[in-house]
T-cell receptor, first 114, second 109 residues
Framework: DGGITQSPKYLFRKEGQNVTLSCEQN?????MYWYRQDPGQGLRLIYY???????QKGDIAEGYSVSREKKESFPLTVTSAQKNPTAFYLC?????????????FGPGTRLLVL | RKEVEQDPGPFNVPEGATVAFNCTYS??????FFWYRQDCRKEPKLLMS???SGNEDGRFTAQLNRASQYISLLIRDSKLSDSATYLC??????????FGDGTTLTVKP
């Protein structure tokens, strides 16, 4: 089955700790995205990548980092600089990074700070 | 002011009712528009794209008004299974998506 997988489903972070969220797709999509969703709010763009080895900051990139070494993988690291990391993190992909492409989402990772 | 604004609701309607949601956007250069559906604690899923001439998919009708910068979603003959949060999404020509905060619909028996 083609799709997007995210792991883990739940993740706990201690103060001062960096954690990495996994996102993998086997849809052969060029573009990938990371969003954050807080309760009762819409999705906010953290980072996006339209091609391998290239990525751009979204609206709320501070405290986060990404890499895009392979087409199918786009991991997100939540660093200790992110002071309020508790949220629902969603990864998405689209065939291309153009405006007409719809995005397909993974099941998400819920990050909680202990 | 947010780039994409939606009435948060909640909209509570009986089965069989017709309900309409509106979404306004501020960027006049926006290129494409979508409605996504998000169930509680799940990922968003595409419901339908919104075309300039308006489009219909079964009980769902989407409309775009570029002059007034809003899009709408009409649901006819509401089903219990339509209960969800509906997200309005607006894309710029750079491929960047901006999401509204969503409108919550609860359909009751």
């Amino acid at each position: 089955d083609g799709g997007i997988t995210q792991s883990p489903k739940y993740l706990f972070r201690k103060e001062g700790q960096n954690v990495t969220l996994s996102c993998e797709q086997n849809l052969n999509h060029d573009a990938m995205y990371w969003y954050r969703q807080d309760p009762g709010q819409g999705l906010r763009l953290i980072y996006y990548s339209q091609i391998v080895n290239d990525f751009q900051k979204g609206d709320i990139a501070e405290g986060y980092s990404v890499s895009r070494e392979k087409k199918e993988s786009f991991p997100l690291t939540v660093t200790s600089a992110q002071k309020n990391p508790t949220a629902f993190y969603l990864c998405a992909s689209s065939i291309e990074g153009t405006s007409w492409q719809t995005q397909y989402f993974g099941p998400g990772t819920r990050l909680l700070v202990l | 002011r947010k780039e994409v604004e939606q009435d948060p609701g909640p909209f509570n309607v009986p089965e069989g009712a017709t309900v309409a949601f509106n979404c306004t956007y501020s960027n006049s250069a926006s290129q494409s528009f979508f409605w996504y559906r998000q169930d509680c604690r799940k990922e968003p899923k595409l419901l339908m794209s919104v075309y300039s001439s308006g489009n219909e998919d079964g009980r769902f009708t989407a409309q775009l008004n570029r002059a007034s910068q809003y899009i709408s979603l009409l649901i006819r003959d509401s089903k219990l299974s339509d209960s969800a949060t509906y997200l309005c999404v607006v894309n710029t020509n750079a491929g960047k998506s901006t999401f509204g905060d969503g409108t919550t619909l609860t359909v009751k028996p």
